[in-house]
């Protein structure tokens, strides 16, 4: 057994390259939900993270003649699933600064979770993007700078809130379980 037998994602680039809708479908099977789970942390919508689903995989069947294979197809996914849904965060955020419809609420998480990503939905939006770009997407702050609009110190500075944030939290859940 050959490791294309393992996994047959290169003749699936390939062939969706080529037009075949069907290979394109099982790229989208095995990648969708980290593309989902991306734009969720980052949107905090689950109506939003689907678009953004949406999005990213109509650009990526668009550029798909354009990926070279220079890197894996998951690293190329990965780039486009973040940009994609740090503008959509951008959008949304200039969106609500403008309108200033409704104010900004917090989410609350129930007093007695544990969990992560429950935690994370309750940061400040900024905070709440700098720490899922650095702590979960692995991007260096220069990068996060880049791509938010902010300078690398905001960036710095906003990962260490969301961590004083999150360590807080997560003590009061103990202090509460225990």
């Known amino acids: 057994m050959t490791k294309a037998d393992l996994d047959p994602e290169q003749d699936w680039i390939h062939a969706a390259k080529a037009g075949d809708r069907q290979a394109f479908y099982l790229l989208y099977q095995k990648y969708h939900r980290r593309v989902y789970a991306v734009a969720l942390r980052l949107l905090q919508d689950k109506a939003k993270a689907e678009d953004a689903c949406q999005e990213v995989f109509v650009k990526v069947w668009q550029q798909l003649s354009w990926f070279r294979g220079d890197s894996s197809f998951a690293t190329w996914l990965h780039s486009i699933s973040t940009r994609t849904a740090v503008d959509l965060w951008r959008k949304d955020r200039e969106s609500r600064r403008s309108t200033d419809e409704m104010p900004e609420i917090a989410i609350e ?35 996060i700078a880049a791509l938010l609009g902010i ?8 990962y260490h809130r969301a961590r004083q944030l999150l360590r807080g939290w997560l003590d009061e859940n103990r202090t509460a379980a225990g």
């Open 151 to 158: 300078a690398e110190g905001s960036s710095k500075s906003q």
């Open 109 to 143: 998480a129930p007093a007695d979770t544990s969990d992560l990503d429950a935690l994370i939905q309750r940061l400040p939006d900024q905070a709440r993007a700098v720490f899922v770009l650095f702590a979960l997407e692995g991007f260096q702050h220069n990068e």
